[in-house]
């Protein structure tokens, strides 16, 4: 359910990411060709079009820039990084829920499983576990069903099914980290191939126009910004959920700790 969830999130942002492009690159060319075909207008009308022009400038949204910037960064280019950032994204929001839903207060679940000792013995423990969700409930459950068998064996028990459940709340960050390294490097990638292009396009001009260099150079560092920006957000979201798991952690460990330490004590009253 998981990761139908994170694909349906991926192909609904791909959907309405490439409509928007394909939107404003249609809007583009309509605008130059009503742009070429109209006449020449009147000096009274020149003047009035050019009051009108910071108005719409200021009316510009940030979100239209954004979406300009990106088709003039070039789709080979840009592509890929806004393919690494929607795909990111939807690893982060995923993890993000699963990390929120295996949050358990680890004081109220080991109270619940003592009284269900005391009550009705580990299977009442037990039960207690199987209709609490998160890590920690599944672990306390693997050491409550080897309790017969020790307090030793159970602390193994333990220990060996809580590193299965970290590496559970850890899943896709390897990936994540690697989006975080290649949005970067796919950025200078298309910055020095715009370089080069630019420079073949002085040398095939033969002449250096100032022109002709500073929207090359324009150009190729849109990639590299989009990069950037690509990184430093996923980033942000990275060290969020390795914050959280180290809690989730530190929180199964102690638990564990007194569940054992709840054992021990009802078998020496016993």
């Not at 299965?164 to 298309?190: D, N, R």
């Not at 324009?218 to 990069?227: E, M, P, Q, S």
């Not at 959280?244 to 020496?268: F, G, T, Y």
Request: with cysteine; hydrophobic share 50%; net charge negative.
């Amino acid at each position: 359910m998981k990761k139908l969830f994170a694909f349906l999130m991926v192909g609904m942002l791909t959907i309405s990411t490439s409509s928007t492009i394909f939107a404003q690159e249609s809007t583009q060319k309509t605008d130059s060709a009503v742009t070429t075909a109209a006449p020449a207008a009147a000096p009274a009308k020149a003047d009035t079009a050019k009051a009108s022009v910071p108005a719409a400038a200021e009316e510009q949204s940030s979100h239209h820039m954004i979406k300009q910037k990106f088709i003039e960064g070039g789709v080979p280019w840009m592509a890929p990084i806004l393919i690494i950032f929607i795909i990111g994204l939807a690893m982060c929001i995923e993890r993000i829920i699963y990390l929120n839903l295996a949050t358990t207060n680890t004081e109220k679940l080991l109270k619940k499983i003592e009284e269900a000792i005391d009550a009705s013995g580990i299977d009442g423990a037990k039960e207690v576990c199987r209709n609490t969700k998160g890590p920690v409930a599944s672990i306390f459950y693997q050491g409550l069903d080897r309790a017969g068998e020790g307090v030793d064996v159970v602390e193994k028990s333990v220990v060996a099914y809580g590193g299965v459940q970290m590496g559970l709340l850890e899943k896709g960050l390897t990936w994540l980290s690697l989006f975080i390294a290649l949005a970067p490097m796919l950025g200078f990638l298309g910055t020095v191939v715009g370089m080069i292009q630019a420079f073949d396009a002085i040398e095939a001009a033969g002449d250096i126009s100032p022109t002709l260099v500073a929207g090359g150079i324009k150009v190729a560092l849109i990639t590299t910004v989009f990069g950037l920006i690509v990184a430093m957000i996923l980033q942000v979201f990275y060290n969020y959920l390795l914050t959280k798991i180290d809690s989730i952690v530190n929180s199964m460990e102690d638990a564990s700790i007194s569940l054992i330490d709840i054992l021990v004590k009802k078998q020496i009253n016993k």
